[in-house]
């Protein structure tokens, strides 16, 4: 699992351009934005999902979305989910509850998770994440998030969270 240095490293090899805020730990997504204003970008919240029999779900989403996981599990072919556990967590993504984010899709190698991204994030041209812990985050260009994802080797599919659906149109774009 790499530590967060590694990370922006790899961001660095990526060509990728990224700014870094260190902060108190953030837990939640009310003291992510009391903290947070002065950072840039989409601010996004991160849902580490278990289907029942199935695979593993990370859904990245603008921070105030609602999100209807009754809805969004059979949207995406899927029976229901459950909040992974944070043993799994820890084994699939190598963070800790808290620090949940996109980045973490470089430590799934084994490509168990499978990614959605809300497609309203498209509609910022920066998005904010946290760099592995919770005590940074890290802004990049929202293309160059789906860039990082590709380079970990994760396809990205596009979930309208406000009309509960797959966005294949949107995900082409990717």
């Given at each position: 699992m790499?530590?967060?240095e590694?990370?922006l490293?790899?961001?660095d090899?990526?060509?990728?351009a990224h700014?870094t805020?260190?902060?108190e730990?953030f837990?939640t ?5 009391a903290?947070?204003?002065d950072?840039?970008g989409?601010?996004?919240?991160n849902?580490?999902?278990k289907?029942e029999k199935?695979?593993?779900?990370l859904?990245t989403a603008?921070h ?5 996981l009754?809805?969004l599990?059979p949207a995406i072919g ?9 043993e799994l ?6 963070v800790?509850?808290g620090?949940?984010t996109?980045?973490?899709?470089i430590?799934d ?9 809300d497609?309203a994030?498209f509609d910022h ?6 760099p592995?812990?919770?005590t940074a985050t890290?802004?990049i ?15 990205v599919e ?6 509960g659906?797959?966005?294949p ?5 990717l």
């Amino acid at each position: 699992m790499l530590t967060p240095e590694q990370l922006l490293s790899r961001l660095d090899a990526l060509g990728i351009a990224h700014r870094t805020w260190h902060h108190e730990p953030f837990h939640t997504v009310e003291e992510s934005e009391a903290a947070g204003a002065d950072i840039p970008g989409a601010h996004i919240k991160n849902l580490f999902l278990k289907c029942e029999k199935g695979p593993l779900v990370l859904l990245t989403a603008l921070h105030h979305a609602r999100i209807d996981l009754k809805q969004l599990a059979p949207a995406i072919g899927l029976k229901r989910f459950s909040f992974g556990r944070p043993e799994l967590l820890k084994e699939a993504l190598g963070v800790a509850p808290g620090s949940v984010t996109p980045f973490a899709l470089i430590n799934d190698t084994g490509l168990k998770v499978r990614f959605l991204l809300d497609s309203a994030v498209f509609d910022h041209e920066l998005v904010a994440a946290h760099p592995l812990v919770n005590t940074a985050t890290t802004v990049i260009a929202t293309r160059d998030l789906v860039r990082f994802a590709h380079a970990s080797g994760h396809s990205v599919e596009a979930y309208d969270t406000a009309q509960g659906q797959l966005r294949p149109e949107r995900s082409r774009l990717l």
